[in-house]
Nanobody
Framework: QVQLVESGGGSVQAGGSVTLSCVYS????????MAWFRRPLGKSREGVAT????????YYDDSAEGRFTISQDNVKNTVYLQINSLKAEDTGMYYC??????????????????????WGRGTQIIVSS
């Protein structure tokens, strides 16, 4: 069973940066799409970014606006999401997700349709001005 544990959330100042971490366990397969989703206050869950663990190919939702960077450390079984120039509308829950995939292009599709088999419980970010 794949398990995902997010951390790194908290209260941050607008304009600042934060890096979220997602530690995954339960698989040693390199062919996984790892992703970050978020659920802003009053809105539904939306995809932010995804990365293919085999070759680190990354895809971003158009709404990411260039402020989000997804990365990974395969030795530590960890995926990161860095968010810069935080805005009040970034406030919400951030979730890590994972699903097995045969190629990196599948990650973009999975992100668009929120088609991930495993989900973490989330970590909260509160952006204050």
């Amino acid at each position: 069973q794949v398990q995902l544990v997010e951390s790194g959330g908290g209260s941050v100042q607008a304009g600042g940066s934060v890096t979220l971490s997602c530690v995954y366990s339960g698989h040693n397969d390199s062919n996984y799409c790892m992703a970050w989703f978020r659920r802003p206050l009053g809105k539904s869950r939306e995809g932010v970014a995804t990365i293919y663990t085999s070759d680190a190919s990354a895809y971003y939702d158009d709404s990411a606006e260039g402020r989000f960077t997804i990365s990974q450390d395969n030795v530590k079984n960890t995926v990161y999401l860095q968010i810069n120039s935080l805005k009040a509308e970034d406030t919400g829950m951030y979730y890590c997700a994972a699903t097995r995939a045969g190629q990196s292009a599948a990650c973009e599709t999975s992100l668009r349709y929120k088609a991930f088999a495993y989900w973490g419980r989330g970590t909260q970010i509160i952006v204050s001005s």
